[in-house]
């Protein structure tokens, strides 16, 4: 086949032509070659300067400075910053040196969670750099993809990787896998005709896409589009352009920051300014701000957040879900609708027959998947495998191309999916396709045909030759005049019956394919023309099935207020009958088409009230998922394909399919399953939940000692006394009690009851009303211990040293006891079991230690300015942090009590 000949100017501009709307004839003329001959090798090189290599451009990622530099422009990092600077300016150096180093090891660990470089460019850009069979000069020849031009003619075979977007010209049984890109769960089978303009990309048949793979047959075609320009590239700038988007946590911490630090600088001037009008001396006071903000500022919260989420991340991967961020653990606590691809995710991605019409029987097939573990059922009791079923299956199993292995403890197929299908159906009817093939050999073959929709084989039988067919139903019914009954004897039929038999299976959701034979003379011609007088042996319903543990998982994402939302490429059909089984909300269906007809205020509507939505296309589902978060939902998307990659970016969370899933999937995600189950979401969502809850915990547990040591500093000023506590003895308590006290709440067990919550909603602030009546609860009980002991212990007689080093053992010992009560912000601590964790006895025993040291060791005395003291000042620290401890459990269960009721 010849096409006009090339012009010696460039192709027009192609961007708006509708390719799959041009005959190949015309697309040729377009791109000015000949198709039996290909380009020539100069102007292929001139189109290759003008167009590019066929590549997707790379985004480079932030530099590592910049990583790091941003750590330290943080408002509450910055007013330590300039606390050390001015301290080392007054020679104060070791104080200055404390600071600064508590502002590096938090820069290092903020540094250390920043999420790696995105890399989904890289992988769109590995998914189309492949090796290619080309037509140039009238030569055929193999070249690296990243050359091909528009206008080259590539050749496709069984196995190839389309490299670009490609308008075909020829084709035999040419069928290709697009799942990666439309969604569509079974191969598509292409033709060279012209389709409609509006045709949606998943039908574009005469169309073969970057990336896709080609599963059968044979193709030409001629390069429409390489590198962005593709479809592929059309995705990889949907990835670009999707934001970086904050999570909960980071705009709820920003938010708690910000009004910390004005909070913070507030007291720090108001409480100078007094002291100066007091006749204080300059230095004093700001040596007082410095130890006021210093003692306000929770320096080991950013550690203590990057720790917990790094602990979750560990729980979630023996749970099977591999975090890439660590903010995405607990952005998973807050997530209110979950937006999940049907196929690999909610299914199996295994065609599987599913039922078999047989002499008028409805046959129930057992089993999921490729394993032809299972059986052939007739009214719930094992069915016998003969007449016309085992004729069904028979020809299933010989009118195939498909191969059928086990690797290990997985089945692999070769060839098409619904021929696997019927292959597996055969062997739970006990028939072997290799025995059968051996007792029918194959004699002729009428391959599988877009046109035709069906195939045919001739194989020698006993009696002559019997020819097996499967196809579209519309297509071999009318061909029928008989059909075989249970007894294997031909008996007259009604079409209308099997029509409103093959009707019922696809309200299913189920692909119908008829079953037929003929007997025919040895050596008879196969044709289309011979394939009349057939004989009906019955009709597959096959569907790739929903995962039985995605069924449970969804129920209990509802009953946790989560809402799930199936957002397919695939058949509206199929998709409302996939959620009518697994708990989806299937009253209705929005495709496509439909959501392209929708403004954004209409698509807000739909993409709330609407739980299936059908034949979608990659900027549509990046459409839903910021339609969605406009209403204010923090939005989970599943997928597996290219074409979900955009979605999951833009997603306040992307969730991955590690083994099915592409890598451009993988890279675009913030988390990687790696069972492909929906189950395993459940379980990452309780893991945010608790994750959540104990970052609270250590937020409730940290800040009474910060607006305590605030608050004791404040009231030396106003009362003109010294200062109980130093800064450096201040840097002292926030970092050894962050790590050894508050770091073990991370590892406290998912409370009872967690996912019968509502999700959280963005709006709601860190801490509610009650926890910030506590923490000021704890924050007095604070200020009334140490500053009272200290001025106690000055007026027993004691040294300034000694009298601070009971303040400062005063605060460790309340926070100590204070563990206890933050185990749990609602429940007592002893109903969760005093040794459920251990680490929080290992910090105590630590800190203890640690305190011991601090107090008696003469190394640290002189570096922190504490002294030895007594077994009678230890009672009294004792005694206030039990007195404190008892009137803290009162406040919770008072608190409680009153929620309750």
């Not at 030895?868 to 409680?896: C, D, N």
């Amino acid at each position: 086949m010849a096409l006009p000949d090339p012009a010696v100017s460039a192709p027009d501009d192609t961007s708006t032509v509708s390719w799959h709307a041009e005959t190949a004839a015309a697309v040729a003329q377009h791109l000015e070659v000949d198709t039996a001959a290909g380009l020539s090798d100069e102007e292929a090189a001139r189109r290759l300067l003008e167009h590019g290599p066929n590549q997707l451009s790379a985004v480079p990622g932030r530099p590592a400075w910049k990583r790091f530099a941003d750590q330290l422009i943080q408002p509450l990092v910055l007013v330590l910053i300039g606390a050390g600077v001015v301290t080392a300016g007054l020679g104060e150096g070791v104080d200055s040196s404390v600071i600064f180093a508590v502002v590096l090891l938090n820069a290092g660990i903020g540094y250390w969670q920043e999420a790696k470089a995105e890399g989904a460019l890289a992988a769109l850009a590995r998914s189309v750099a492949t090796p290619v069979t080309v037509r140039r000069g009238g030569h055929r020849q193999q070249m690296d993809a990243s050359q091909l031009v528009p206008g080259d003619i590539v050749l496709l075979a069984a196995g190839d990787r389309v490299p670009a977007d490609l308008r075909l010209f020829l084709e035999h049984e040419l069928h290709t896998d697009e799942s990666m890109l439309t969604g569509e769960s079974l191969p598509v089978a292409k033709h060279t005709d012209v389709l409609p303009a509006d045709t949606l990309l998943a039908e574009r048949l005469n169309m073969a896409y970057a990336g896709a793979t080609v599963v059968a047959g044979q193709g030409c075609g001629l390069v429409i589009a390489t590198g962005d320009a593709t479809e592929t590239g059309r995705i990889a700038d949907l990835i670009a352009s999707a934001p970086e988007l904050a999570t909960p946590l980071t705009r709820k911490m920003a938010t708690f920051s910000n009004w910390l630090l004005w909070a913070i600088g507030g007291l720090a001037l108001l409480t100078a300014g007094v002291g100066l009008l007091r006749g204080e001396s300059a230095f004093e006071m700001f040596m007082a701000a410095v130890a006021l903000a210093v003692g306000a500022i929770p320096e080991g919260l950013p550690a203590a957040v990057t720790v917990t989420l790094a602990i979750g991340v560990a729980r979630m991967a023996k749970r099977r879900a591999i975090i890439r961020r660590l903010a995405a653990v607990e952005t998973l606590g807050s997530t209110t609708v979950i937006c999940s691809d049907k196929t690999g995710t909610l299914t199996e991605n295994a065609m599987t027959v599913h039922a078999l019409l047989c002499a008028g029987r409805h046959y129930a097939v057992s089993g999921h998947g490729y394993n032809p573990e299972g059986d052939i059922r007739l009214d719930e009791q094992p069915a016998g495998i003969a007449g016309a079923l085992r004729e069904a299956l028979v020809a299933g199993a010989l009118c195939n191309d498909a191969s059928l292995a086990r690797s290990g403890q997985h089945w692999k197929i070769t060839g098409d999916p619904t021929e696997a299908a019927l292959l597996v159906a055969a062997r739970k009817g006990k028939l072997e396709e290799h025995t059968l093939q051996a007792l029918f050999p194959r004699q002729d073959v009428l391959p599988f045909d877009a046109t035709r929709q069906y195939m045919a084989t001739a194989h020698a039988g006993d009696a002559g030759q019997i020819i097996y067919i499967k196809g579209a139903l519309e297509k071999l019914l009318p061909r029928c005049v008989d059909r075989l009954d249970e007894h294997g004897q031909s008996v007259p039929f009604a079409i209308a019956e099997i029509e409103a038999a093959a009707r019922s299976l696809a309200e299913q959701g189920m692909r119908v394919l008829l079953l037929a034979r003929r007997l025919n003379r040895p050596g008879a011609a196969l044709n289309d023309d011979s394939l009349h007088d057939l004989t009906l042996l019955g009709l597959a319903g096959m569907i790739d099935p929903p995962r039985k543990a995605a069924i449970s998982a969804i129920r209990n994402c509802h009953s946790a207020g989560i809402r799930v939302k199936m957002i397919t490429g695939d058949h509206a059909v199929t998709a409302l009958a996939i959620a009518a089984q697994i708990g989806i909300d299937a009253r209705q269906a929005l495709t496509g088409r439909e959501l392209a007809e929708l403004d954004e205020a209409a698509l807000a509507v739909a993409a709330h009230a609407t739980d299936v939505f059908a034949r979608v296309e990659p900027e549509q589902k990046l459409r839903l998922v910021r339609a969605l978060q406009a209403r204010g939902e923090v939005v989970a998307m599943t997928g597996d394909g290219v074409n979900d990659a955009p979605a999951l970016k833009q997603a306040n969370i992307g969730i991955a399919m590690g083994r099915g899933g592409t890598e451009v999937a993988k890279e675009a995600a913030a988390m990687v399953l790696t069972d492909d189950n929906f189950a395993s979401i459940e379980a990452a969502v309780e893991e945010g939940r608790g994750v959540w809850d104990n970052l609270v915990k250590f937020i409730t547990w940290t800040l009474p000692t910060n607006f305590g040591e605030g608050l004791v500093i404040v009231a030396a000023i106003l009362f003109g006394s010294t200062l109980p506590i130093t800064p450096l003895q201040i840097l002292w308590i926030n970092m050894s009690t962050a790590v050894l006290l508050g770091l073990p709440l991370a590892f406290e067990p998912i409370e009872r009851g967690i996912m019968r919550r509502a999700p959280r909603r963005l709006e709601t602030p860190v801490l509610d009303a009650a926890l910030i009546r506590r923490i000021v609860l704890v924050s007095i009980l604070l200020l009334a211990g140490s500053f009272g002991l200290f001025l106690w212990e000055l007026k027993q007689g004691h040294t300034l040293p000694e009298a601070r080093t009971v303040a400062v053992n005063v605060f460790v010992m309340v926070e100590m006891l204070y563990l206890f009560n933050c185990r749990s912000l609602t429940r007592s601590f002893w109903s969760l079991g005093l040794f459920s964790n251990l680490w929080v006895w290992g910090g105590i025993g630590s800190m203890a230690l640690l305190q011991l040291l601090l107090t008696y060791w003469p190394p640290l005395n002189r570096v922190f300015q504490t002294a030895p003291i007594g077994w009678q000042e230890w009672g009294e620290i004792f005694a206030v942090g039990i007195a404190s401890s008892l009137l803290i459990g009162l406040e919770k269960y008072w608190s409680h009590a009153r929620h309750s009721a």
